[in-house]
C-alpha cells in the first residue's frame, strides 16, 4: 500500500502553483489536525502499527502502546479527527485502520520544499555565473 | 504495507552546472557568497558547528533556521541539520565532476512522522504557504 494523495507539481508552470497555493489556503483546518494528530509520539507509534498490522482493536493496541485503554480511545479519536484512522464495528470489537492517505498535506509540505529549492538552485547559478566576472 | 520508511520522505533536486566543483564548493560554504542565493546566516564550514540561517521574521515565526554541520568533505559532499517550524531534515550537498563542470546534487531528508520529528501543526500552513508565495513573488519580479 503506498502513500495516496501524491500529486506532481510542475515548477515551471505559474498556473499550478497559483492553483496548489490557493489550495493549501484552503485547508488549513485538515492540515493543522494532521500535524497536530502526529505531534504526539504515542500517536505516532499507534498509526505505525496501524500502517503496518492494519485492523487492530483497541485491546490490541493497548497491548502494546504502554500507555491505558482509555488514554488508546482517546489518542485514536485524535488520528480520527486528521482522519488518519478510520473504524469499523465488528460484532462487539471496533476494529481500526490506518488512512496513510491523509498525510498528503505532509506531502504537498515536502512539494513546497522542492520549489523552495529549486527557485535557491536558479540564484545559486546567477551567482556562479556573476562570478566568471 | 507501508512502513515508516516509506512515509519518511526527501526532497532531490539536481543541476548541471557549467562550472568547475571548485567554484561551486566556493558558492556552497562561503558565508558571503551563501547570503547572495540562500540565507543570511554565519555558517562555518566546519563539521560539528552550529549556525542559523536568517529570512524576514514574519508573524508567527521568527524566520530562523538552525542548523548544524554534519560533514564537510572538500569539493565533494556538505551535509547539514535544517530545523524548523519543530522539524528537522538533514540537507545534503554532493558535487561530482563532469566534462562540462560539475553536477550538483541536494538532497533534504528526513519528511516524516518518524520518532525525531516534533511537527507543529498550527504554523504548517503559514509556512507552506510562504514558501509558495515566494516562488509565486519571484515569477512575477522577473
Not at chain 1, 520549489?115 to 547559478?125: A, H
Not at chain 2, 564550514?45 to 560533514?71: H, S, T, Y
Amino acid at each position: 500500500m503506498g502513500l495516496g494523495g501524491r500529486r506532481e507539481i510542475n515548477v515551471n508552470s505559474g498556473l499550478t502553483i497559483h492553483n496548489h497555493l490557493v489550495m493549501v489556503l484552503d485547508m488549513p483546518s485538515a492540515a493543522d489536525n494532521l500535524f497536530k494528530a502526529l505531534s504526539d509520539p504515542t500517536r505516532r507509534a499507534i498509526f505505525e502499527r496501524l500502517t503496518r498490522d492494519g485492523g487492530l482493536t483497541v485491546h490490541a493496541l493497548t497491548a502494546c502502546a504502554g500507555v491505558s485503554q482509555p488514554m488508546v480511545s482517546k489518542h485514536l479519536s485524535a488520528l480520527k479527527r486528521a482522519r488518519l484512522v478510520r473504524n469499523r464495528r465488528r460484532g462487539r470489537e471496533t476494529h481500526y485502520q490506518a488512512r496513510p492517505e491523509s498525510l498528503a498535506p505532509l506531502v504537498d509540505w515536502i512539494g513546497d520544499y522542492g520549489v523552495f529549492w529549486q527557485g535557491r538552485f536558479d540564484r545559486l547559478e546567477d551567482l556562479l555565473n556573476r562570478m566568471d566576472k | 504495507m507501508t512502513t515508516s520508511e516509506e512515509v519518511t520522505r526527501s526532497v532531490v533536486v539536481e543541476r548541471e552546472l557549467a562550472h568547475p566543483p571548485e567554484k561551486v564548493w566556493r558558492a556552497l560554504t562561503d558565508s558571503s557568497l551563501m547570503e547572495q542565493w540562500l540565507m543570511k546566516n554565519d555558517f562555518q564550514p566546519v563539521a560539528g558547528r552550529e549556525f542559523k540561517l536568517r529570512r524576514e521574521p514574519m508573524p508567527n515565526w521568527d524566520g530562523v533556521i538552525d542548523c548544524q554541520v554534519r560533514a564537510v568533505d572538500f569539493c565533494k559532499t556538505l551535509s547539514y541539520t535544517w530545523g524548523t517550524l519543530g522539524l528537522e531534515t538533514v540537507v545534503t550537498w554532493t558535487l561530482t565532476p563532469t566534462a562540462a563542470g560539475t553536477h550538483l546534487r541536494m538532497e533534504q531528508s528526513g519528511f516524516g512522522p518518524d520518532r525525531e520529528a516534533n511537527y507543529k501543526g498550527a504554523r504548517y500552513g503559514w509556512k507552506s504557504n510562504m514558501d509558495g508565495l515566494e516562488r509565486v513573488l519571484e515569477q512575477i519580479q522577473s
